[in-house]
């Protein structure tokens, strides 16, 4: 086959069959980023549904944290289990498991008969969700030709935020569902991804780049397909897992820790604002799950431009310096909309973080998989990728133990005449303040960056 001239546009260069495997890789990353959102938005409402008569505000915070510490925690570990998999057994039959075992425990985590059981569905949903995107990565860049492949890839990544969008809007048609039962509803709904499976079985073939790897792999010498002692082994592939993996670290904990509890500052600010229209309870609790969602999909949104314009960009200057812009820009953001956020007209101001915050993340679909050959592909992509997470799961409880310890301290030196408003003002100054530092994170990603290679231009190793 003729080589597809340079000049042409990379959508121009992919045949049906490309196609058919950037659209299914895209969905199930697509879905798998709905479910992730869901959980954020019917976390709380859950947690509180299934607890024990009488718990306490705080406790339920503290049990919405450890719901989503233990989801990210299992997320990392299915990336990392998922990954090596997919390259010793193929990446479409791989992908099929993971769309699968994500998409049944949400179903089921709407069963929940209490907290326990809750965090055990979500646990196994984590283990699906973290396999999909070192998957869908790695057969994306296996299966495009090269001039298409990281525009597709950072493609594939804006396409997340529809998902979440969606996410959103499932979240806003339910407002008015009593909060007790509408979060059972957004996790069946987040099943539905299951029927994807029957078309990846079906018709998705493992690229031609891996069916060679895995030739090569058998033949007398041949290097392991998915081993993590072949990446850690040899200083080739050592070297960029290591730093890969700090690079995601930065951008992982910065979304995880800090930019999905956005709703934490945005929630009180809406509600006070509703208190101050004198609805009833009823209209302020599904008021506040619609402003809720509503802030959710403008973060995304901002997040598909964000994604788009990295793309854009890294096509045209390079990795590394985008990369770097990409921090100073979402370490600025958060700072300001932590600082500056009051009521519901500066919602813009989620979109804005979440363009800056989440653009990195198109880096690390176009980046990764440039750093690893096909038999470590999807491996190396998974480890970077997902390991940040088990940090990233520390980061509700560091986010927390933290805004206690600054709140503690603000509520003391308040006089003693301070009244129960002084002391939710108070509270919330501590949490912005708390949000704040740990948005240092994305200096992380600064310093590891002069060590990583520059890939544009470059063909993946093999």
């Known amino acids: ?131 999909v995107f070192g998957l869908a990565v790695a057969l994306v860049a296996d299966s495009l030709p090269e001039l298409a492949r990281p525009k597709a890839l950072g493609l594939l990544q804006a396409l997340s935020a529809v998902g979440n969008v969606t996410a959103g809007l499932i979240a806003m048609s339910l407002a008015e569902m009593d909060p007790a039962n509408s979060w059972k509803y957004l996790f069946l709904i987040g099943a539905a991804p299951a029927f994807l499976c029957i078309f990846i079985m079906i018709r998705l073939k493992e690229p031609a780049k891996w069916i060679a790897a895995r030739a090569a792999s058998r033949e007398v010498g041949g290097k392991a397909m998915g081993s993590y002692g072949s990446l850690f082994g040899e200083a080739q592939w050592r070297r960029p897992a290591i730093l890969g993996m700090i690079l995601c670290v930065s951008g992982v904990v910065g979304l995880w820790g800090v930019g999905f509890f956005s709703g934490t500052l945005i929630g009180p600010a809406i509600e006070n604002a509703l208190k101050a229209q004198n609805l009833s309870p009823e209209k302020i609790a599904a008021g506040k799950q619609w402003w809720t969602a509503a802030n959710l999909i403008v973060q995304n949104i901002g997040a598909f431009f964000g994604m788009i314009v990295f793309s854009k960009l890294a096509h045209i200057y390079g990795r590394k310096i985008v990369f770097a812009c990409g921090f100073i820009a979402a370490f600025a953001a958060t700072i300001f909309f932590y600082k500056n956020f009051q009521t519901k007209s500066d919602i813009w101001m989620t979109g804005l973080m979440g363009f800056c915050q989440l653009s990195i993340f198109a880096g690390f679909a176009i980046y990764l998989p440039e750093l690893f050959p096909t038999r470590l592909r999807s491996t190396g992509v998974s480890f970077c990728y997902n390991v940040g997470r088990f940090i990233a799961a520390t980061g509700p409880i560091t986010l927390g133990g933290l805004q206690k310890s600054l709140s503690e301290k603000a509520v003391a030196a308040l006089p003693a005449t301070a009244d129960a408003i002084a002391r939710a003002d108070a509270q919330l100054t501590a949490f912005r303040n708390a949000a704040c530092w740990l948005a240092g994170i994305y200096f992380l990603g600064l310093i590891v960056l002069p060590f990583l290679p520059e890939t544009k231009g470059r063909p993946l190793p093999e």
């Open 1 to 131: 086959m003729t080589p597809a001239s340079p000049a042409l546009p990379w959508y121009r260069t992919l045949t049906r069959e490309h196609w058919f495997v950037f659209t299914v890789a895209s969905l199930a990353w697509l879905f798998d980023c709905l479910d992730q959102q869901l959980f954020i938005l019917a976390r709380d409402n859950a947690v509180k549904a299934l607890s024990a008569a009488g718990t306490s505000g705080p406790e339920l915070k503290s049990l919405g944290g450890w719901a989503q510490s233990i989801f990210v925690a299992g997320w990392a570990l299915g990336g990392l289990i998922f990954g090596s998999v997919g390259d010793r057994i193929g990446r479409a039959k791989t992908l099929s498991i993971t769309v699968l075992i994500y998409s049944l425990c949400t179903g089921l985590s709407a069963f929940s008969r209490d907290v326990t059981e809750f965090m055990i569905y979500r646990a196994l949903t984590g283990l699906g969700v973290g396999g």
